[in-house]
């Protein structure tokens, strides 16, 4: 199937990169308000009963559940379907979930200790698993959606 086909799964995007960067700044901005939504749900809900650092571990998976979700839901209209456009997407995806948090954190008064904890799988911090799955998301979801032809391995 291909963009041109009519009954393709690949709707034809038209514009230039800059439109490819402002769908993917809407994407990172539904993804932030999903995972603010997570993190005050987990914040109120699961923290109290098993600690906030466990809560914070355990909602990676959630985390990255909602992640999928969300880049399942907006992909073909951001229609990055190339593996490059997915790396591109995934990258800037990154750039700004990252730097909406360590605003955020710093706007919360979070220590820079606090803050790389999150970071730091040897003081129980998962976020950078979190980030490499959202790097991968638009890729992933590409390949789930057949937008985009299997990685081949050279004979």
């Not at 997570?38 to 098993?50: D, S």
């Not at 003081?123 to 950078?128: A, E, N």
Request: a positive charge.
């Amino acid at each position: 199937m291909t963009a041109n086909n009519p009954a393709s799964p690949v709707p034809p995007k038209g514009g230039s990169s800059s439109g490819l960067i402002g769908r993917t700044l809407v994407l990172a901005l539904a993804i932030i308000a999903a995972e603010t939504l997570h993190g005050t749900l987990r914040q109120w809900l699961l923290a109290p009963a098993v600690g906030d650092l466990r809560a914070r571990q355990l909602s990676i998976i959630s985390g990255s559940a909602l992640i999928l979700a969300v880049v399942w839901l907006m992909h073909r209209w951001v229609g990055a379907y190339p593996r490059r456009q997915c790396a591109v997407v995934g990258a800037l995806l990154v750039l700004l979930v990252v730097a909406f948090e360590v605003t955020l954190a710093v706007a919360l008064g979070y220590t820079w200790a606090r803050i790389t904890q999150d970071c730091n799988p040897a003081r129980g911090g998962f976020m950078l698993l979190g980030l490499a799955w959202l790097a991968a998301a638009p890729w992933v979801v590409s390949r789930l959606r057949g937008t985009h032809p299997p990685l081949s391995i050279p004979s």
